[in-house]
T-cell receptor, first 114, second 111 residues
Framework: KAGVTQTPRYLIKTRGQQVTLSCSPI?????VSWYQQTPGQGLQFLFE???????NKGNFPGRFSGRQFSNSRSEMNVSTLELGDSALYLC?????????????FGPGTRLTVT | QKEVEQNSGPLSVPEGAIASLNCTYS??????FFWYRQYSGKSPELIMS??SNGDKEDGRFTAQLNKASQYVSLLIRDSQPSDSATYLC???????????WGAGTKLIIKP
């Protein structure tokens, strides 16, 4: 089985711009979670989508949004970028059911905002 | 009180010794527990999951769960320099499909 893929892997944007990141989960997985990771802050949960519906949401401002398509691929969008948005953005794939909620991560997208 | 707590380290262990990593959690009804390894600049990799009290072994790794004391640990036997990484503990507190993460413990294996 192919693993989780994320595109692009690296991105440089200017403050005030917007960005869209993409995640393709493991085949058959219907849950996609998004995380932000910065040095010293650990993994911060953004949101989780299951079968095209946002099921969980973290404490991030409305500038951060996401969606999921019928093929389970997911995108996240950040509008009006700020310098503090520079981070590694990770998506994690899971079958999304049962107690065995194992998540498998993609390689991440490293976003730099200048 | 943080929901999932880990000692940030770094934890320094000689090569060949046993590395012991600990994690405590606050929600008593938590049902599933995970250990991830993250190398610098890379994404987290799932190495162990555990759901029942007791020990679960997989190669050189053993996960231990004690729900009464609300802790989960990871033992790495015969530690190798390649085990040097940050180890993240994650808990699914109420099967609501949102993992709660510890801040991670940095492990250094000294040759």
């Amino acid at each position: 089985k192919a693993g989780v893929t994320q595109t692009p892997r690296y991105l440089i944007k200017t403050r005030g711009q917007q960005v869209t990141l993409s995640c393709s989960p493991i085949s058959g997985h219907r849950s996609v979670s998004w995380y932000q990771q910065t040095p010293g802050q650990g993994l911060q949960f953004l949101f989780e989508y299951f079968s095209e519906t946002q099921r969980n949401k973290g404490n991030f401002p409305g500038r951060f949004s996401g969606r999921q398509f019928s093929n389970s691929r997911s995108e996240m969008n950040v509008s009006t970028l700020e310098l503090g948005d520079s981070a590694l953005y990770l998506c994690a794939s899971s079958d999304g059911t049962g107690i065995s909620y194992e998540q498998y991560f993609g390689p991440g997208t490293r976003l730099t905002v200048t | 009180q943080k929901e999932v707590e880990q000692n940030s380290g770094p934890l320094s262990v000689p090569e060949g010794a046993i590395a012991s990593l600990n994690c405590t959690y606050s929600d008593r009804v938590s049902q599933s527990f995970f250990w991830y390894r993250q190398y610098s600049g890379k994404s987290p990799e799932l190495i162990m999951s555990i759901y029942s009290n007791g020990d679960k072994e997989d190669g050189r790794f053993t996960a231990q769960l004690n729900k009464a004391s609300q802790y989960v640990s990871l033992l790495i036997r015969d530690s190798q320099p390649s085990d040097s990484a940050t180890y993240l503990c994650a808990v699914n507190p109420r099967s609501n499909y949102q993992l709660i993460w510890g801040a991670g413990t940095k492990l250094i294996i000294k040759p």
